[in-house]
Each structure stands twice: as structure tokens, then as C-alpha cells.
């Protein structure tokens, strides 16, 4: 087989054992890599009703058929479980050299089931699994531990680990890799500290073969040209910080939890502000040529902070604050212990509600860098901070009082940073995704920012764009492409097909690659509804539905219904949501919980 | 008749603007189109040829979108523009 090792491993953390197992052909082509390949490998793997701290969550880590193709943007992975925060399909992506090393240790995917009794970190090799004790690492933060085992194990592995938040469950926690990029949402770094699994170090070395290497070789040429032009332009210049003047200019930027849909005092914290005041360094991941990581070090600062739009919007201006060194600090701490900025930026703007409503009390009042000392108390679990490592949808749900009616979530997982009043397409996306509150699963804010749509209208058309989105995100992610080289394509089903049967030698084309999105999405509603999906998980928070944004834009809960249907009509399922069986036949998936694999 | 229009810049970090907002007059009539604005905008602001702007169709560049007091996003350069209108010009969006 070309492009693949047709095989997972499978490791049993419990018994200390592992297996190969073959991955069939036609499981390959139908669900691709990346987030495909893992959304039918938990559905095969987690069992109904599983715990997802338990021992019975699987957790996968999956490559893809481009990974070590040296495409540009190729290096990356997925990893998927069942949700701490959602209860449903939980996936999450990051890149660099860890896809290729994960890759080179002979198998597409990686499986971790069961639970050790002592922290463990596993060395991955071409050659097998070695179970070593942890304990000497245990408490460190993500650069240290990834630091102490490169010099442990040697120089040329790659590290996926977590930080002091995922070993003490915070269910919104993270996994790390290469220097401090991470797998940020939906919780799956909580899943890997529930195994008591510190590490896992990939040092294979085996390579796959590629069908035709000609074809590939020109193809990468082109696509390198292309990804230096003007659509990846915003990417190399700037980064997605760019995003947060823009938003507040249009009313999307979500601010003092969700109350406001701009920022007064943004003015510190802006791409231009940015630029001129500090030093800003542009990185990039493995076999990639934009470089849209920016690192920034304040001036009388040796200390370079990578900084994002969504850890800007979540850990700035929706906890009402504009301050940069603040900020700054803020993330940099996320990312060496391990919590997802998104989540932890809504639990924490909760939590000054609840203190402003005079349902909580203020345990920081004293504090001279209070965001910092709520994220600390996170991690370490004392005090009220045990609570908020719980995410919003559980707090709320202890505190009561009213409290889960400004908790910004959707099935458990808090809000990106896109107001849903004035992004209609994006309201519906978020309402409707299978891992919750998510952005990244069909880029439908792109419709809202364009003519194609009326953003502020709530009508039959969007359900239509938002499966599309969907089906075209599915794809990408499971090819794996990274999202900003998107638009250097200009037919992209039928240019990924080609890539694709270049790498595999398949005769495919953009119709079967595009019914690959559309299956994959509806395997992960099949996941979640086998989990106990019901009608009204798909919606948004009381405060969107009941509340007007200053500039009077709103969003009813009749016109997000009218949006759902049309998007479960678009969809092909029924009016309640589920999925007819028809559906399920025509995308060959009736038969999905029957496949077992060997 | 002399219209009064704006062109915001958010976002855009690649060129140094005299200012995140211009705000200027046409004497071409009550009716302006996103193509006059430009053109103008490009003799106050030359540096922003090639850089935001194509300097020969008078388009944005296709790494930068074109909306009308945060309410439309524009197509090529033929919408009208009516007096106290701004332009806001962004980075072209993809994710983030």
C-alpha cells in the first residue's frame, strides 16, 4: 500500500502490552487520515457509554497519507477521544516534525487504551513499545518535560506530553509538542493524564513508499510557489492576531463574556499595536513555507510568548481586559502547563459573572495579576479553582442560580472567539457541530466575511453553506492540509484528489473525495448519538438567543431553529436530527459499527 | 456636490498608513464608486500600491477584502458609495 502502513498500534497502558493492527484499504480511502481515520477508529475502538477518564476511552493519535511528503503545511496530526468536557467526539489537531516522527514508527495511527497505575511515558520506535517510569517528570511543565526526554531518549525524537494541567484532569487540559504548540481543544490532554501517560516519544525511522514521486515532486514545487502568493498573504505578515481589530471594527469580537460584541481597550492588544511595540518573530512548522506562528517578546522581555487570535480574544477582551503584559503572561502559562486558552479564557469570564452577580466570591479580590492566579488555581485544583477546572457546563451546573444561562458553551466546550449575532452562518456552525463550540470544524465565518451571505441575517441558506464547509473542513483535516493554505487552491477536491492518488496510486476524484467529508461528519454524529446526542444539545447559549448586542443585533431562538432545520435538511437526516438510513447507505455506513478490526 | 467618504485600515500591519483612518473629499459628483475611492486613495497614500492596492485595475489585492460600513462585503470595485460612507478595509479572512 502507498501513502500508508495500512496498520494502527494498539497499546494496553493497563497490561503493558501492544499489537499491530491492520487498518483495511477500503477503511483508508473512505475515511482518509487525520480526523477521518481517528473518528472511525474511536467509534470502533470506545466502547457505548465509556467514561471518558476511564480506562475504556481510547485515545488516538493519527497521521495521514501527506504526512512525510514534505508538502508544504503536510506535517500534521489529529488526536481524537471521547470528551471531558462534551461527553461526545472530542478531536483536536497540532503540527510540526512530531507527524513525521509518529509516522516513521511504521503505523497511521496510534491507539492508547487502559489505564497505568504509575506515571509512564512510552518510547514509540519502528521497532516496538517500551513502558519507562515517568515519575522523575511528573509536575513539569511541557518545555521541560519535552526538553528531559529528548535528552534521555535522544536529540532526534519527537515528544507529545502534557503539563501539570492534564496530569491533574482539568478537563479542558492539552497536548503538547514541538516547543509548545498544542492539540488545544476538547480536552484530550485530561484524557492522556487519566491514563497517568506523562509522554509518549516517537523515534521510528520507516518510511512509506510513495506511488508516483514525479508527479509528487512537481506538485510540491507548485504548491510552494502558490503559498508564497498573496492568499497566505495575512498568515506570513501578520499572523491570525489580525483577526482581533478586524472583528471589533464588524461587531464580532465577543468581549466581557459575551455581553458586548467589541472592545473599547483593545488598543494595546491589537496586530498593529503589536507590531510597533514589540519584537515579533515569525516560525514555522516542519515542511511548512508560511510561518504563521508569531513569537513576541516585550521590549525589556527575553521571554518569547507565541500568541494566536483565540488566546488574544479568550484571555484579553473577554475577561474585559486590554492588557498586554497580562496577556501575554497568560498564554505563555497555558502553554507550559497545559490548558486551552479558549476554555479556560470563557470558565474564567463566568466566573467573574457569578462574582459580579454576588453568586461566588471573589477569592482573588487582592490579587495584583488576578487572571494569572485564577489559571494557577486551576492547575493546583485549590479552591474555587477545582471547580472551574471543571469548564463552564459543569460549574454552572453546580452553582445554579441562573449561572448556565451566561455560560459559553455549546455541549460542554466554550466559545471561539466569533460573535455568533453578527455571524449568522457561524451561530448555525457553532450550534451544530459534533464537538461543540467549535470554529475549526467548518470554517464558516469565511461565508460570513464575504459577500456570499448576509451576515446578519438568520436564514434557509445558511444550512446549506454550513454542511459544505463541513464536508470541505472534514477533508482538509484528514488529508491533512492546514487551513490557511486553503485558499492557494482553486479547485480544491479535485487538486487534493490528484495529490492524493499521486500518493497512493488510488484512482480517485474530487466527487469520492468529497463524499469523504460528508461521511466523516456523519460518523461523528453517529458517535454522539450512539452517546446520547439529543435535539436540543444543538444550540447556543441563553445569552445569544435572550440578549441584544449594544448595536441591537440578535439572534431568536426561532431563527436559529429555522437555521438548524435547514442545515439537517441540507444534510440529508431528518427532521429531528438523526440519520435516515438512506443516508447511511448511500455514504456506505450502515454497516459502520460491524467492521471490526483484526 | 462634494461627497465625503472614509477608508478604514484594520489589520494591516504590512504598510505604515498616515493614518488607521482617511477621511477625504471627492468632487466627482453625488455618486462614487469603490473605484473612485481608490484611485484617490492611492494619490493621497502611494505607498499602499502594491502593497493593498493594484495600482493599475484599482482593485484591492486579492490578500484584502473591501466592506462598506461593516455591513457589506464588496465584489471588484463597482459599488456606490454615498456621503459619510466608510470603506474598511481588512486582511481577507481564513480562519484564526
Known sequence: MNGYHGKALVIDLGLKTWRHVEIPESVLRGYIGGTGLAAWLLYQLCPEGADPLGSDNPLIFSTSPLVDTKLTTSSKFAVASKSPLTGYIGDSMSSSKIAVSMKRTGCDAVVVTGQSKDWTYLVVSDGGVDFCSAKHVVGLSNTDTENELKQLVGSGVSVACIGPAGERLVRYSTISNDGGRQAGRTGTGAVMGSKKLK?????????VEIS?????DGIRVDLIEKSLGLATAKYRDTGTIANASVFDRLGSLPSNNFKSGSFKDLGEITAETIYQETDVRSVHCANCTIGCEKLITEPGSNKQVRLEYQSLYALGPLLGSGNRSILLQSTN???????????AGATIAWYFECIEKGLLDDEFANSSNKILDILRSIVSRKGIGNLLAEGTKFASSIVEEGSSDFAM?????????YEPRTLKTMALALAVSTRGACHNRSSAYEYDFSSVTDRFKADSEKGGLVAKGEDYSAVMDSMIWCKFVRKVFSEFYKESSEILAAVTGWDIDAEELEACGERINNLKKMFNMREGWLREDDTLPNRVLSESLEDGNS????????MIKSYYKARHWNEDGTIPFETLKRLNLEQAQNVVIS | MTLTVAVEFHGVTTVQITSKKIVFSSKKG?????RDVIEELLSLEPRLGGKVIDPSSHLLLSSYLGNINGEKFIEGNQ???KNGDSLIVIPRMAGG
Not at chain 1, 508516483?212 to 509528487?216: A, I, R
Not at chain 1, 458553551?409 to 471561539?416: D, I, N
Request: aromatic residues 4%.
Open chain 1, 409 to 417: 458553551h455549546v455541549k460542554g466546550l466554550e466559545m471561539p472567539g
Open chain 1, 212 to 216: 508516483d514521486n514525479d508527479t509528487l
Open chain 2, 79 to 81: 459599488d456606490e458609495m
Open chain 2, 30 to 34: 453625488n455618486k462614487i464608486t469603490v
Open chain 1, 555 to 562: 439572534l431568536s431562538e426561532d431563527e436559529l431553529n429555522l
Open chain 1, 199 to 207: 509522554a509518549i516519544v516517537f523515534a521510528g525511522d520507516k518510511k
Open chain 1, 333 to 343: 502559562y497555558c502553554d507550559e502547563v497545559g490548558l486551552d486558552t479558549v476554555s
